[in-house]
């Protein structure tokens, strides 16, 4: 039986890392007060404070997994940049291609020759044939939004409860509480989010076929499994009826692959057969510079194509001046040929298996109430036995303490693994024994929340 960790130890070791974590990082505690006046919350981007430490650490350099701060501290780095680095910090293919493209240009608002070969990459990669470069995957997310309402002359979206596709704010609505209402965390909204937006749970087919059933909806956006509240596995049977529903109602369907590139070379949705409408990849297309892709199916395509005949001519309200530049284009190539492959990915889902095995046999050494879950090269665990089904049940599993007491612990023993949550990911640089230093390291650290 799972034992119980005692909120003793959890403060305990708190304040015992924090101490540690403000001894180790002089230099990054000054740069945190050099930088206080001139940025909000002392960072270029607020998220950058969500780690919890009692200031920002300051990083000089990262190649592959290596990252080293601004004190001379040496990590290993399983976050790699929330998957924006999932193929390594400054992959050599992406280095190569900066050095020989960026002397030719970096944007001209016009297409290069490499548009015609990236095209057909991601056709085979992915299985789309129409597609369009923005600068993030948040845009991304809102362009497909508007061409779904456009096509379908439908003003409403699905989306589900704690799901997560960037800064696009009609997907922040939630059921926590019983009814819909926008996210109390979200900034500066004036509109009532949930005019245009349903929510629902994750892996709830009755309530997906009650909310499509009034044929109101232009598109589910959906992660093929939900990452950004732990890690939220599809139950059997359930991406089939979401797609079979959606098409009996005439609702399109968008599968936001962002983070669940993870799972293969073509996403989860290659991996596993599903046939969206329309496809969203950001992050790590590019190497981790601001690019991210949406694709359509061919009837997608053609319903856009139809619909832009008859569309008045001006502004589209989609699209800005940087997105599909030349930069972004032979960064997409590089990182397409070399890791967008059975290939490059095999030894990373391997490594990916050996740490899922070793998390969990951490865990079942200690009795801890945990568990890990695994899809494709990446790995997370969660602060309680049983996996959840759904957002609602996940958010409401979370022990924040637990999770900030463990980070700290990892990252004063130079292992760095995702602030928002446990998300570990394994990249080309990773290896056997980087995978070792990181389950020892949370061996000792159970040992000691569990003594």
């Known amino acids: 039986m799972p034992r119980s ?9 708190l304040a015992r890392e924090e101490a540690l974590f403000i001894q180790r990082n002089p230099r990054s505690r000054s740069l945190a007060g050099a930088t206080a006046g001139h940025w909000l919350k002392g960072v270029p981007m607020h998220w950058m404070v969500d780690w919890g430490t009692p200031f920002p650490l300051f990083v000089e350099c990262a190649r592959g997994v290596d990252v080293t701060d601004a004190d001379g501290n040496r990590y290993i780095d399983f976050c790699l940049g929330d998957t924006g680095a999932m193929f390594g910090h400054a992959p050599p293919p992406a280095m190569d291609a900066l050095t020989r493209e960026g002397a030719k240009g970096f944007t001209t608002m016009l297409p290069s020759p490499d548009a015609a070969k990236v095209g057909r990459l991601l056709q085979d990669r ?3 044939p129409c597609w369009q470069v923005t600068a993030t995957a948040s845009d991304a997310n809102r362009a497909v939004i508007k061409w779904c309402r456009a096509v379908t002359g439908r003003k409403k979206i699905l989306v589900f409860n ?3 596709h960037g800064a696009v704010d009609e997907t922040y609505v939630t059921i926590d509480g019983g009814t819909p209402h926008a996210d ?3 900034i500066g909204e004036v509109r009532d989010l949930t005019q245009f937006t349903t929510v629902i749970e994750f892996n709830d087919i009755a309530a997906l076929e009650a909310a499509l059933a009034k044929g109101d909806v232009a598109c589910v956006l959906a992660e093929p499994i939900m990452t950004n509240v732990g890690m939220v596995l599809p139950d059997e049977g359930y991406h089939a009826a979401l797609r079979e529903i959606t ?5 399109l369907l968008v599968i936001d692959e962002t983070h669940c590139i993870s799972s293969g070379p073509g996403g989860y949705t290659r991996e596993h057969g599903l046939e969206p409408d329309a496809m969203v990849l950001g992050k ?5 510079i601001p690019a991210a892709l949406y694709g359509f199916s061919a009837d997608m395509a053609a319903r856009v194509s139809r619909f832009l005949e008859t569309r008045t001519p001006g502004h589209s309200g989609i699209g800005t001046t940087l997105a599909g530049s030349r930069i972004q284009l032979a960064l997409m190539r590089a990182m397409l040929e070399a890791y967008f492959t059975p290939e490059a990915y095999r030894p990373l889902l391997a490594l990916a298996e050996r740490l899922e095995r070793d998390i969990a046999g951490v865990i079942a050494r200690h009795g801890a109430p945990w568990h890990v879950v695994r899809a494709g090269a990446r790995v997370e665990f969660m602060c309680a036995p049983e996996r959840p ?3 609602g049940e996940a958010a409401r599993i979370i022990h924040h303490p637990i999770d900030v007491a463990v980070h700290h612990y990892l990252l004063n023993r130079g292992v760095i693994i995702t602030p928002f949550h446990n998300m570990m990911l394994i990249c080309p640089a990773t290896t056997a024994a980087h995978v070792e ?4 390291e949370l061996d000792r650290c159970l040992s000691e929340l569990m003594a």
């Open 437 to 440: 230093k990181l389950s020892g």
């Open 126 to 128: 992915f299985g789309l």
């Open 284 to 288: 790590p297309v590019a190497g981790g």
């Open 247 to 251: 098409r009996r109602t005439g609702t």
């Open 5 to 13: 960790i005692a909120e003793t130890a959890i403060t305990a070791m």
């Open 162 to 164: 704690h799901c997560y």
């Open 389 to 391: 089904r759904n957002g």
């Open 184 to 186: 109390p965390a979200l």
